[in-house]
Structure formats: structure tokens, C-alpha cells
Nanobody, 117 residues
Framework: QPQWVESGGGLVQAGGSLRLSCKAP???????????MGWYRQAPGQQRELVAT???????VYADPVKGRFTISRDNRKKTLYLEMNNLKPEDTAVYYCNNVPNTFSWGQGTQVTVSS
């Protein structure tokens, strides 16, 4: 069974905001905490891509298309990863997944984000 449970997606107009969450209910904190974590996304017909990374120390890295608009954060006590997405664009439409970086765990179901123009 997948380790991750993603939620928070939906349909939003361009310029809108969403906050995604990713929980790891079956993972113990001693496994979650040391991992660098990331949000990935996969648009129809495209390969899955890494858009935001947060290290186990809280340092963050963003892909150029989302830089300045997305913010990744984590709560190690809750074993939860977040992605705050602002000023959304139609090209952000995709299924969003979380996983460690590099990904070694199985994938969850993801959460659909659809941005209308």
C-alpha cells in the first residue's frame, strides 16, 4: 500500500490559490523525518516532474515554473507535507503527488489540480 495520502486539490480559476497536504499515516516519524521530501506533478501526456523539494533540515528548492508562486513546508511531528500554491496558471493543471527525494517509496493516488483560464 502507498505510504502517502494526498489531498487539497480541486478546480480553481487562474490566479487562484490552493493548499495541498500529504500525510504519511503508516510511516513512523523516524522514517519520515530524515527524508528529503518533494511534490511532484504529472500533466496529461507528460512525464512526472519534481516541482518543489524540502530537505530534512527545511531547506527548499523549486523548479523554475513554480518559483515565487509555490511554497513547500513540512510538519515532522504530524508526518505531513504541504504545498501552498498561489497565482495558479492553467499550465499548473496536473495530478500532484508527494514522495521522498529521490523517490524510493511507492506512489499514492495523488490529488487533481485543475486551473481554468
Amino acid at each position: 500500500q502507498p505510504q502517502w495520502v494526498e489531498s487539497g486539490g480541486g478546480l480553481v480559476q487562474a490566479g487562484g490559490s490552493l493548499r495541498l497536504s500529504c500525510k504519511a499515516p503508516r510511516m513512523i516519524t523516524s522514517v519520515f523525518n530524515p527524508n528529503d521530501m518533494g511534490w511532484y506533478r504529472q500533466a496529461p501526456g507528460q512525464q512526472r516532474e519534481l516541482v518543489a523539494t524540502i530537505t530534512n533540515r527545511g531547506n527548499t528548492v523549486y523548479a523554475d515554473p513554480v518559483k515565487g508562486r509555490f511554497t513547500i513546508s513540512r510538519d515532522n511531528r504530524k508526518k505531513t507535507l504541504y504545498l501552498e500554491m498561489n497565482n495558479l496558471k492553467p499550465e499548473d493543471t496536473a495530478v500532484y503527488y508527494c514522495n521522498n527525494v529521490p523517490n524510493t517509496f511507492s506512489w499514492g493516488q495523488g490529488t487533481q489540480v485543475t486551473v481554468s483560464s
